[in-house]
């Protein structure tokens, strides 16, 4: 069992990591000074090997010990968002208009101290590979890194990761066997017709009844076409047209996201869309082009994996600490390629509660650096758990 004393020794470190990658946040495979700074603290914990540029801006470190075959991975991100910070803290972003507003920061701090962690320890027999990947927020870097030969290169039996999650109680592990977050896929529609002088509409169409319309109609997907009782969500986000008071105009845009946990809503949503869609439009007289484009698939924890996760929770934080019993969340994570690649649990470490604007995405989010002994303690449990030093746990 990892000594406390050893996480309370490396605890403000990781703290002065997550202060400098906050203040100097990097948007989506742009991570160039990110990525070089984790690398050049791996070497200097002494880790086998270093490499860069995995999917991009990708890193992964290497650490064995012992001479067992197992291995496992534990996974970071390293992008920030384009929102303009408005926390007020003294390591607030340096670069107006992108900030660490998700926790990526302390998610790349947090490994980095597990990865010193168990250099310095050495106890477990067998490889784990500490992977941090680039663009995670809409951008798809886990998959590109895995397109790049990630688990070609560095073949695991599965791949865990955590989330800060406010709202979740201060400290304690979530984590479930089966979804544990959405699948997102995203729309973009038009209606295009003729273009007219307000005070004669009938000289031209109108793509903006059309909207309306087709805002309204495209609800039925959810209210009449799945079960009341499935997770099943499309929202519309933007809705863009004219820019003069006393014009009718040409084109009305429209932007959308669909949630659900069951794979085969997606082509349930896209197939409706389109139809509702292009019938919106004959009633109108005007034109519908939709793009279409699936997205990150659900995060789906895998029965093995999941069951060792909950263990070294467990063992981490006490069972009175660890919840298995809460409802998924249809928010999006592209770790979801991973799992589905490899096998794997993701988990929410909760971060207790979050005031008006510093939620997740927030421009007045701060990560609780309150989180980062807990998650020390459960990256470095789950290693134990899953490459025992005895050789004990890992065929529980």
């Known amino acids: 069992m990892l000594r406390n004393d050893l996480v309370a020794a490396v605890t403000p470190d990781v703290v002065a990591w997550r202060h400098h990658i906050h203040a100097n946040p990097e948007l989506g495979f742009q991570e160039h000074e990110t990525a070089r700074f984790v690398a050049d603290k791996l070497r ?119 989330h800060n999650w406010p709202g979740v109680p201060l400290g304690t592990i979530a984590v479930r066997q089966g979804p544990q977050m959405a699948a997102v896929d995203n729309f973009e529609l038009s209606f295009e017709g003729l273009g007219a002088h ?89 034109r519908a082009r939709l793009d279409y484009r699936k997205g990150y698939p659900p995060v789906i924890n895998t029965p093995e994996a999941t069951a060792l996760a909950v263990r070294a929770a467990e063992a981490a934080v006490g069972t009175d600490k660890v919840s298995t019993a809460f409802q998924p969340s249809l928010g999006c994570e592209d770790f979801a390629y991973m799992i589905r690649a490899a096998s794997g649990c993701y988990a929410w470490v909760g971060a207790g509660e979050a005031g008006p604007g510093a939620g997740l995405h927030g421009d ?22 899953a490459l025992p030093a005895d050789g004990a746990e890992a065929g529980r």
């Open 364 to 385: 007045r989010y701060v990560f609780n650096d309150a989180i980062v002994p807990t998650v020390l303690g459960y990256f470095v449990s789950l290693v134990g758990k």
């Open 198 to 286: 307000a005070a004669m509409p009938h000289l031209g169409d109108d793509p903006i009844l059309a909207a309306g319309a087709f805002a309204q109609g495209v609800q039925r997907i959810v209210s009449r076409t799945v079960d009341p009782q499935t997770a099943l969500v499309v929202s519309l986000t933007q809705i863009h047209g004219g820019n003069v008071g006393n014009i009718v105009p040409a084109r009305v845009w429209l932007q959308g996201t669909c949630r659900f946990f069951e794979p085969g809503y997606s082509d349930h949503c896209a197939t409706l869309i389109g139809a509702i869609a292009d019938g919106v439009a004959a009633a109108h007289g005007v």
């Open 44 to 162: 200097s914990f002494g880790l086998d090997a270093v490499h860069e540029g995995l999917g991009g801006t990708g890193v992964v470190g290497v650490l064995k010990s012992g001479t067992g075959e197992r291995a496992i991975a534990l996974r970071a991100e390293l992008d920030a968002l384009p929102v303009t910070e408005k926390t007020g803290l003294t390591y607030a972003s340096l670069k107006p208009g992108v900030m660490h507003a998700c926790g990526h920061d302390g998610h790349t701090a947090m490994l980095l101290g597990a990865a010193k962690l168990l250099a310095d320890s050495r106890a477990f027999d067998g490889t784990v590979y500490f992977i941090f990947q680039p663009a995670e927020e809409n951008e798809g870097g886990s998959l590109r890194m895995i397109e790049d030969g990630l688990f070609r290169r560095f073949p695991v039996q599965a791949v865990y990761a955590v």
